[in-house]
């Protein structure tokens, strides 16, 4: 990684997502002057829709041996967690390419890099979690929730892999398990409980990061297009539709809309979204903590007296487009296992585009070729847990006091080729 000698002491955030968020809260205790810009609504997109779940011991690789096998069988089903609409682009084509070859057991048992944690999350998000400004808002402690139980599906009883805090009394099923949790149907055959993990409203949390952030000096901008990243003569400068802002860098957080902005720079990334859909759903009883339907493919997220579901993975070149099935998809899904949810009432129906990469870690570095502008994306599905992490990475890497090690893990060189207008047919 190459940067500029001198530290930057102006940095404007292209993105007002969960992680454009994190990054401006470390740059700005760093003392760096920040602007964050949003397009829309801060937090719109996964940032808001997404489960909530902050779950570091749960997280696997989704490239796991066997998945491209289940996923092809799967394939025809109206309610498999996964779909694929044709017709699919060139960048599409190349990620399941790439995805496969990594789908592998020899990949699978080798695991994350040494400096990283949980599977491709950056090392030490799990510290990172239990500071105060991330457990608590503006206001007051988040509706945190611990611990977390998982459920297997009828006849299976699979044990969580070694080294995961599983609470006394390990496997519950029966009796036992509508005892540690009765919100669950008799279909939910056996489970176990996960301490140490967490869940909390991500809207509410948006709300209070945005909150502490204008305390602290940091100014967000809403309804900010970007246009355009110009990296020449020792600065930078965003232009968007509100207006040009100029800074010594530019950290670009804009999820899968981070892929247009390094293409305009020259750069093209390994960058897809996989759209996830989410909606809330009343129950009697709610359940008491978040719940993982392991085989359905589903969480269950209590948030006040109604419950968040959230689930499935859909791949199409329309990032945007919300298709009514899906959600039909994921009520088949959950259906048998939640209890006196009311499924016909359904409300703050959501799709939101998840920017997957195909060895399932973040892009957290300097575009090649531009060491002013960084990128801070790629999350995959793991935007929310991952966020504090990688606000600390950033700050480290342009005060530089990040790790070196732990940086390259994530560099965004793995992934970047040159781009080329034309090529792809803009003049």
């Known amino acids: 990684m190459t940067f500029p000698d001198t530290p930057p002491s102006t940095v404007t955030i292209v993105g007002g997502g969960v992680v454009g968020l994190a990054c401006a809260h470390y740059l700005s205790g760093a003392g760096l002057r920040v602007t964050v810009l949003e397009r829309d609504r801060l937090g ?35 309610d498999s967690a996964l779909a694929i609409h044709p017709p699919a682009g060139a960048e599409l084509l190349r990620f399941l390419v790439r995805f496969g070859m990594r789908a592998t057991s020899r990949h699978y048992a080798r695991g994350p890099p040494p400096s990283a944690r949980s599977r491709g999350a950056p090392s030490g998000s799990s510290r990172s979690w239990r500071r105060p400004v991330w457990t608590g808002g503006a206001q007051g402690r988040l509706p945190v929730r611990l611990p977390l139980p998982r459920v297997r599906r009828r006849g299976a009883r699979r044990l969580p892999p070694p080294g995961r805090p599983i609470a006394p009394g390990g496997v519950l099923e029966g009796a036992r398990l509508a005892e540690a949790e009765p919100s669950l149907t008799e279909g939910a055959r056996a489970g176990f409980v996960v301490e140490r993990q967490w869940s909390l409203d991500p809207s509410l949390f948006v709300d209070r990061l945005a909150e502490r952030l204008r305390s602290d000096g940091v100014e967000l901008v809403e309804g900010a297009r970007v246009s355009s990243i110009v990296d020449r003569s020792g600065r930078t400068e965003v232009r968007t539709s509100a207006g040009t802002f100029r800074a010594d860098t530019v950290v670009i957080a804009a999820g899968i809309g981070s892929r247009e902005l390094a293409r305009g720079l020259g750069k093209d990334i390994d960058l897809v979204a996989g759209k996830g859909y989410s909606f809330s759903v009343a129950a009697e009883p709610p359940p008491s903590r978040l719940v993982h339907l392991g085989a359905a493919k589903v969480v269950l997220t209590p948030m006040g007296k109604r419950v968040r579901v959230a689930g499935t993975m859909e791949f199409e070149r329309d990032a945007d487009r919300f298709r009514q099935r899906r959600v039909e998809a994921i009520v088949a899904a959950a259906r048998p296992y939640l209890r006196h949810a009311d499924w016909d009432d359904r409300q703050e129906e959501w799709v939101g585009p998840r920017p997957m990469t195909p060895d399932g870690l973040p892009l957290i570095g300097p575009v090649p070729g531009h060491p002013r502008v960084l990128l801070a994306t790629g999350h995959n599905m793991l935007g929310l847990m991952l966020a504090p992490a990688t606000g600390r990475l950033v700050a480290g890497l342009l005060t530089g006091t990040a790790d070196s090690r732990l940086s390259s893990a994530f560099d965004p060189v793995r992934t970047v080729r040159r781009y080329s207008w034309r090529v792809h047919g803009v003049q």
């Open 44 to 78: 719109s997109g996964a940032s808001r829709g997404n489960a909530g779940e902050v779950c570091p011991d749960l997280v696997e690789p989704l490239a796991a041996p066997g998945v491209i096998g289940t996923a092809l069988r799967g394939l025809h089903r109206r």
